[in-house]
């Protein structure tokens, strides 16, 4: 009797010894798996080439050999940098002038931020044949546009004995290379931002001849109505300094006489030079904002959930679209209209001096494809949201004798906002949004 009961005893604690093994082998640990996007660091730089003749397709956009792009169709490039930084950006394309510039990731970006930097480039100055100065007489030389129009970018015209006999002189137009980033900005900003209607290039034989009389240089207005144009008050002629290539005041000022902007070469004045005949808008910055989702994996939010999974899920994909660029909100027709001011080719000249400041209108998305990792039991949320900031510009003009204030709107995409979340379903709590 007692060795049956010591026998069933046994048998029991047997049993019972199989069960807790059995329990022990299916209470695994979920895998665990590393995050790249927690350890990787990217920055994104990207933005628009462009020419007076609009985008520059096939550019180069280079900051060492091993960070480099070319653009495409639409003038896009796209750069992934490593770290925080400064950071020197040279451009090349085809019959333009080579451009450099500079740009900072600053140390407090968020990893993976975008930072947009659109380029003009200009075309190499195509000079007129010289014309000699003869004893006299007037010397006049007309400056062909650098783009396809039967109206000249200026004349150049020296009175009879404003220069010495002999002399020879040349002038083409000369489109200014700009660069523009999209800094972010904290609180509204004001400022001028002096927009150019036309710029060339005169050159002298010998190059040290001086104007013994003003010489003119008269800019044709874009409108062919002449009593509607920029208020010459709000204007200002300039020419580069040789030694450090800024521009300069020439402190002769701007007048508006037979439908032409007129800007003197002083007396006593180095004939050789680049001139610039600009128009002093006024620019407002609003505060940078977040706005609309970028769509991730075709959603605004992207939920992957794991959980209750044991395994992990490895090469998990999000396809982010960012957007970029900039577009109007009021365009220069409508801002024209809105003052009581229609002219169809006065709005083109304003749409060509804000470019040459934005970069060419163009509103775009980046794509990224960012690859990770979930852990066994977790969840995964991503969100990624555009950063735009609003500007505007004034513009001062005369309709009908009538001082007016023409104001154009913009919207600038400046980068994104990234919301990450890649974390154990027991960490989670609930609610299935970021």
């Given at each position: 009797m007692k060795m049956r009961n010591f026998f069933r005893m046994g048998v029991l604690l047997a049993a019972i010894s199989l069960t807790a093994a059995g329990c022990g082998k299916d209470d695994k640990t979920p895998e665990q798996l590393p995050d790249p996007l927690d350890t990787t660091t990217e920055y994104y730089l990207v933005g628009v080439?462009?020419?007076?003749?609009?985008?520059?397709?096939?550019?180069?956009?280079?900051?060492?050999?091993?960070?480099?792009?070319?653009?495409?169709?639409?003038?896009?490039?796209?750069?992934?940098?490593?770290?925080?930084?400064?950071?020197?950006?040279?451009?090349?394309?085809?019959?333009?002038?080579?451009?450099?510039?500079?740009?900072?990731?600053?140390?407090?970006?968020?990893?993976?931020?975008?930072?947009?930097?659109?380029?003009?480039?200009?075309?190499?100055?195509?000079?007129?044949?010289?014309?000699?100065?003869v004893s006299g007489q007037e010397t006049k030389v007309e400056v062909p546009a650098a783009t396809e129009t039967e109206t000249p970018a200026a004349i150049v015209t020296a009175p009879a004995d404003a220069v010495e006999e002999g002399v020879k002189i040349s002038a083409g137009a000369y489109e200014e290379p700009k660069a523009n980033v999209s800094a972010p900005v904290t609180s509204e900003k004001k400022e001028v931002e002096q927009v150019v209607v036309s710029s060339i290039a005169i050159k002298a034989e010998p190059a040290n001849a001086t104007a013994k009389k003003e010489i003119v240089i008269a800019t044709p207005n874009p409108s062919t109505n002449t009593s509607i144009y920029f208020d010459p008050d709000n204007m200002?002629?300039?020419?580069?300094?040789?030694?450090?290539?800024?521009?300069?005041?020439?402190?002769?000022?701007?007048?508006?006489?037979?439908?032409?902007?007129?800007?003197?070469?002083?007396?006593?004045?180095?004939?050789?030079?680049?001139?610039?005949?600009?128009?002093?808008?006024e620019k407002v910055t609003g505060k940078e904002t977040v706005g609309e989702a970028n769509l991730?994996?075709?959603?605004?939010?992207?939920?992957?959930?794991?959980?209750?999974?044991?395994?992990?899920?490895?090469?998990?994909?999000?396809?982010?679209?960012?957007?970029?660029?900039?577009?109007?909100?009021?365009?220069?027709?409508?801002?024209?209209?809105?003052?009581?001011?229609?002219?169809?080719?006065?709005?083109?000249?304003?749409?060509?001096?804000?470019?040459?400041?934005?970069?060419?209108?163009?509103?775009?998305?980046?794509?990224?494809?960012?690859?990770?990792?979930?852990?066994?039991?977790?969840?995964?949320?991503?969100?990624?949201?555009?950063?735009?900031?609003?500007?505007t510009y004034t513009f001062k003009i005369m309709a009908n004798g009538v001082k007016k204030n023409v104001t154009v709107g913009l919207k600038c995409y400046t980068g994104s906002e990234e919301k990450y979340i890649n974390q154990s379903s027991d960490e989670h709590s609930g609610g299935g949004t970021l």
């Open positions: 080439v462009s020419s007076a003749e609009g985008v520059v397709k096939g550019a180069e956009v280079k900051i060492t050999d091993d960070i480099k792009a070319t653009t495409d169709a639409q003038g896009k490039y796209n750069l992934t940098l490593s770290k925080t930084g400064d950071y020197t950006v040279a451009v090349k394309a085809s019959k333009l002038e080579d451009f450099s510039t500079e740009v900072s990731i600053a140390s407090s970006a968020k990893n993976r931020s975008t930072l947009t930097l659109n380029v003009k480039m200009s075309k190499i100055v195509e000079y007129t044949a010289p014309k000699e100065v200002v002629a300039q020419k580069d300094a040789i030694l450090t290539r800024a521009w300069e005041d020439l402190n002769t000022g701007v007048k508006f006489n037979n439908g032409n902007y007129e800007i003197t070469i002083p007396t006593g004045a180095t004939i050789a030079g680049k001139y610039a005949t600009r128009i002093k808008a991730a994996n075709g959603a605004e939010t992207v939920k992957k959930d794991n959980s209750g999974n044991i395994s992990g899920i490895k090469d998990f994909e999000i396809k982010v679209a960012i957007k970029a660029g900039w577009e109007y909100t009021t365009t220069p027709a409508a801002a024209l209209k809105a003052a009581g001011a229609e002219d169809e080719k006065l709005a083109a000249a304003i749409e060509a001096q804000i470019r040459s400041t934005e970069g060419n209108p163009l509103v775009y998305t980046v794509e990224r494809v960012l690859k990770t990792n979930i852990s066994g039991n977790s969840i995964l949320y991503y969100q990624n949201k555009a950063k735009y900031c609003t500007k």
